[in-house]
């Protein structure tokens, strides 16, 4: 019997339906990659587990057998973490997807690891409440939690990490801990639910969440406004943001993005640069607020200005930028889209949007600008031919360039993607004197190294 | 040349002026406890370090002569954080006083670790800006990140933690590290600076701290609201906070409290379980919620209401409120206020702040109950007196039992004041099976468990 004989073997009799456990090559592939340009790899069994013993008894074999473990969601991430490197296990936790608990008096709910946002957001609605991060794709909450997923609400209600407030996860090994409580704070001893959320399923899997919800607002308008350049959008997005209105979007489109989204869903935009700005909260709120949103958008002479207050017309915008990804793969049909992601101090976006568009020329490359701008948060969308080498080397410099640019201006190499396996060496210019506690930090959490490893830091030579 | 002396001579040589390395029994004696009823310990040297270097220096001194440090800010925690159980060094960071640099378009500073709240809020002021974390007492913002201090104001902006964007630390033996960056949200890595946040100075001691400051509201109100029972004021909490209304505070004072006040500042209160509720944001939003929150309070049949809008009138009720401390030592002078900390799930308010007084009057002590009631968070003040042994053992038991009441409410045996001393049973019984992977953690910072031994959690036998 072969190695993954035994190990399939064992895992069979480690789950209460054998069936769960896979090796078809369909299945295999599926777990293979996420949405990215990382080159997959299948994993050599998938097990998909239905509750916490079950996710216990798999990292308890996985330990015996010393085989890697690499956790999957919804496969939506975008730096390769669901990829199994070093194949082994890939761990489905989607069919543990139980709403166990909502409290809508206390706005939180308990949830299985592979409940959705959507799923979440829905059950909450009957209460007048929603979960708040929103990083586009439906992914399991356990992954959100697993990459501190952010998207376009955390300019107003932050990114997962303040919506933890307790976790259930699985060690290697097999053993489950419980971090955090249903109350709203503690201070109780270090913080093991916030070292969790982000460690990209290199720590422990994550298999029960307790999430804060919010209460729907009242009101919500969508403001869409361009300018003449781009620096003059980054200079609006920083008068936005220091002015306290209840902003709770701030998108920004450069106009290559602009004349793509126009092309492909014939949007009819003004082809300059665009912010989408979305004010929520009391309807008294938002009117004044959009009355001193108006006025502060006039000082820096925009080119258009559109205020949509129809909850249709907002759809209708917000769809636009979500189909970003197609409309820009229809630019040039068969390149890939590879999506950077840095973040600077909101003050930088002017001069960071600026400088983007100047790397993206001097690298001979066709790209898109867009960015959750209230956070300071640049993507670039990259178009590649992942056959043509030249075009990829020189989209792997553009990277490059744009985080050493990010981290010049004080930022970060990543705002939300997370480090994965794509920014192993960017991590370590921006926090190189950290990457030793990180390393003796995971050697704590999984002393044999079997979680999903290749991904965050690299493992050090023994 | 005694150890002690070998120690100050190498401390004298690690700073730029000898005359800040103290053994003189005064100096000592101020830096022997904090603000409660833990007992005092005389460190064996003062030093105040003037910048990071210095800390740097006198961290591998204490390396190498193998002597514990406990890091000093203003003295004001509350479970006796900075009360040096080893003796050994106490580390004054006072003198770090420094406010780096403050972005207004970022809404950001970078200060030194002795900045205190108020300073930085004074600084930020002349910018619309200011800091909003507030626990009472002007504390310095290095130890309040180091012990995630919170206070009147969670209930809107949350802890410290969300508030630090990134730290400069130095690790035990001398090696500086520097966590985050000036951007408002990362994703880079395993979050060493949510992890240093809240470890009350047992990791590292920080040394800067680069923070958020929030724009000053527009309209503030403040509205006063009794009840006739203390469940019932529980039952309003609730309603408020569910509700989404503006609040800026929310605290409950239960009629022993109050009548504390009424004779210690002739305060004029009705003799109720009594709420004070701020709003605040723009005018248009602070009026519109206003009369929402008239409409909820009504439904739960207040015994008295008024709401200010003058701030004159506002500072004298919340000076009430600061002043409870010495209002309630008032009631039996000579008598030591010990308070304790616990917080629960909000819907858990009304069932917990009736279960605490029946748990006084059980347990045959007098003492106010007091909360910051949109968090959950609830302190009990027991008047004690120090030298009556059974009276003391009385209030342990009391602080237990509140404890052991607060986690079968699922929540937490402290809100804010921290694990300390005082708490380190109470956490095993809270997350006893985290007490391992916690002490693990802190042999990656601290392998010879040198910083602030005999804090929240308790050195694991050799």
Same mark, same amino acid.
């Not at 998108?251 to 989204?261: K, S, T």
């Not at 101090?345 to 960015?371: C, F, K, N, Y």
């Not at 080498?389 to 939300?416: F, K, Q």
């Given at each position: ?165 307790? #976790?259930? +996860?699985?060690? %290697?090994? /097999? =053993? &489950?801990?419980? $971090?955090?409580?249903? !109350? ?112 502060? #958008?006039? +000082?820096?002479? %925009?080119? /258009? =200005? &559109?205020?949509? $207050?129809?909850?249709? !017309? ?112 960017? #991590? ?35």
């Amino acid at each position: 019997m072969s190695a993954t004989e035994a190990l399939v073997e064992a895992l069979r009799a480690a789950v209460s339906d054998p069936s769960r456990v896979t090796t078809g090559d369909s299945e295999r592939r599926l777990h293979s990659e996420d949405l990215t340009y990382h080159a997959g790899r299948d994993p050599d069994v998938v097990v998909y587990a239905v509750d916490t013993q079950e996710v216990s008894r798999v990292l308890s074999v996985a330990d015996e057998h010393e085989v890697a473990v690499t956790p999957f969601g919804a496969g939506t991430s975008l730096e390769g973490h669901v990829i199994p490197l070093q194949r082994g296990i890939s761990l489905d936790l989607t069919r543990m997807n139980d709403i166990i608990s909502l409290w809508p008096s206390d706005m939180t709910a308990r949830v299985q690891a592979g409940v959705t946002r959507l799923q979440l957001t829905r059950a909450a609605a009957e209460h007048g409440l929603f979960f708040p991060v929103d990083p586009g794709a439906d992914a399991t909450l356990g992954g959100m939690a697993a990459t501190n997923a952010s998207g376009t609400t955390a300019v107003r209600y932050g990114k997962m990490r303040p919506q933890v407030l307790a #976790l259930e +996860a699985v060690l %290697p090994g /097999g =053993r &489950v801990i419980r $971090t955090g409580t249903r !109350a709203l704070k503690s201070s109780a001893g270090y913080d093991l639910t916030g070292l969790l959320v982000g460690s990209e399923g290199t720590l422990a899997v994550i298999t029960e969440l307790t999430l804060r919800l919010q209460p729907i607002p009242e009101a919500t308008t969508l403001t869409r406004v361009s300018f003449a350049d781009i620096e003059t959008a980054g200079e609006a997005i920083s008068s936005v943001v220091s002015a306290g209105l209840a902003v709770s979007r701030m998108e920004v489109l450069d106009e290559w993005m602009v004349r793509a989204v126009n092309n492909f869903a014939d949007a009819g935009l003004p082809e300059d640069p665009t912010l989408l700005i979305e004010l929520s909260g009391s309807r008294a709120a938002v009117d004044a607020d959009l009355a001193d949103l108006s006025e502060l #958008l006039a +000082a820096h002479a %925009p080119t /258009g =200005r &559109v205020t949509e $207050t129809d909850p249709t !017309a907002q759809t209708r915008l917000w769809r636009i930028r979500h189909d970003i990804y197609f409309a820009e793969k229809a630019v040039s049909p068969g390149r890939e889209n590879r999506s950077t992601d840095v973040c600077v101090p909101v003050s930088e976006m002017a001069g960071a949007l600026r400088a983007s568009r100047e790397l993206i020329d001097q690298h001979g490359l066709q790209a898109g600008i867009v960015g959750h701008a209230g956070d300071g948060n640049i993507h670039v969308a990259i178009l590649t031919d992942t056959d043509d080498e030249d075009e990829m080397a020189r989209a792997r410099a553009l990277t490059d360039a744009l985080v050493d640019d990010a981290l010049a201006r004080g930022g970060t190499c990543t705002g939300e993607h997370g480090v994965g396996l794509g920014k192993i060496d960017a #991590l370590e210019r921006e926090h190189g004197d950290l990457i030793g506690l990180m390393q003796a930090v995971k050697r704590v959490f999984d002393p044999k190294w079997l979680l999903d490893p290749g991904k965050v830091i690299a493992k050090p030579h023994d």
